[in-house]
């Protein structure tokens, strides 16, 4: 069985963290299905910074949590932040953007799990909802 690699933005983390958000069980039902093997959760932590700025403690909390996996802002992260930053994108979803693209240890990119898929219209990456 083939486990599959979900990256947060900074609305799934904001749900998962706030029990009574509209989607936080959605949100949590990938976090079961991480804790049982069946996938991989990863949290960009530019992403996770962005959003304890409109709700503190989310950093900590996501950062603190045993089956998702904070991705680092490394000096790639960095050049691809610049374009997407220049392109109109917010730090919270150019870090989103980045880890959810293809890279080396991805070859066909990782999906995004977010509240607002359309944000990431027209970025090559596979948003979905997690209601959807």
């Given at each position: 069985?083939?486990?599959?690699?979900?990256?947060?933005?900074?609305?799934?983390?904001?749900?998962?963290?706030?029990?009574?958000?509209?989607f936080?069980?959605a949100?949590?039902?990938?976090?079961?299905?991480?804790?049982?093997?069946?996938?991989?959760?990863?949290?960009?932590?530019?992403?996770?910074?962005?959003?304890?700025?409109?709700?503190?403690?989310?950093?900590?909390?996501?950062?603190?949590?045993?089956?998702?996996?904070?991705?680092?802002?490394?000096?790639?992260?960095?050049?691809?932040?610049?374009?997407?930053?220049?392109?109109?994108?917010?730090?919270?979803?150019?870090?989103?953007?980045?880890?959810?693209?293809?890279?080396a240890?991805?070859?066909?990119?990782?999906?995004?799990?977010?509240?607002?898929?359309?944000?990431?219209?027209?970025?090559?990456?596979?948003?979905?909802?997690?209601?959807?």
């Amino acid at each position: 069985m083939t486990t599959i690699a979900v990256v947060l933005d900074h609305t799934t983390a904001t749900a998962l963290y706030d029990p009574k958000d509209a989607f936080s069980e959605a949100v949590a039902a990938f976090y079961v299905q991480a804790s049982a093997g069946l996938g991989t959760l990863y949290a960009p932590v530019v992403s996770m910074t962005a959003g304890d700025v409109e709700r503190p403690g989310l950093l900590a909390y996501i950062a603190g949590l045993r089956f998702i996996e904070v991705e680092p802002f490394d000096t790639e992260a960095a050049a691809s932040a610049t374009e997407l930053l220049r392109s109109g994108h917010s730090w919270a979803a150019a870090h989103a953007i980045h880890a959810a693209r293809p890279s080396a240890a991805f070859p066909s990119g990782r999906f995004l799990l977010t509240l607002v898929p359309e944000m990431y219209e027209g970025t090559g990456i596979q948003a979905v909802h997690p209601d959807r």
